[in-house]
């Protein structure tokens, strides 16, 4: 059985964007790098962008957020985020409503990857972080938060 791959096509103040695979099951987890070079990075690792089952949205900054408007254009791909960070977007990209799906419940199955989302502390709408759990493998992805409060510790475990 394959393993959970993280694949950091970009981080840092001039954009993020993460790869998570398990199989034929990939995410994305930030797009804040151009569609272009999204594409590119993914055909390094072998993967078409047609392949990406849903991308995760940690918080608005444009750091985290300014490919999604050409993606959306080109692609037919759920975005997940939570309510108020789904709001600014919306209010920032004007991307097509349907396209953006609130995170409510606890947890995400996509595939073969579960998705649960935990806030962190940024000066963002709903800031979040994310576990990603596939198979016995669990893998926790955090940027940009402020302070580590004894939950983000828990989610570190
Ligand atoms: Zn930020």
Request: glycine share 8%.
């Amino acid at each position: 059985m394959s393993e959970v791959e993280v694949h950091v096509l970009a981080s840092g103040s001039k954009g993020n964007c993460t790869v998570i695979k398990k199989g034929d099951s990939v995410i994305l987890y930030d797009v804040g790098i151009s569609c272009r070079r999204i594409v590119n990075g993914l055909k390094d690792l072998h993967i078409d962008m047609q392949e990406i089952e849903g991308i995760f949205i940690s918080h608005e900054h444009s750091d985290h957020i300014c490919g999604l408007k050409q993606i959306l254009k080109k692609y037919d791909i759920p975005v997940y985020t939570k309510q108020h960070t789904w709001r600014e977007i919306q209010d920032k990209l004007m991307v097509p409503k349907e396209q953006l799906i609130p995170l409510t419940k606890g947890s995400l199955t996509l595939g073969r990857l579960t998705v649960e989302a935990f806030s962190v502390s940024h000066d963002a709408a709903d800031p979040i972080g994310i576990n990603v759990f596939g198979g016995s493998d669990k893998v926790t992805i955090l940027t940009d938060t402020g302070t580590v409060n004894d939950e983000i510790l828990g989610r570190l475990d």
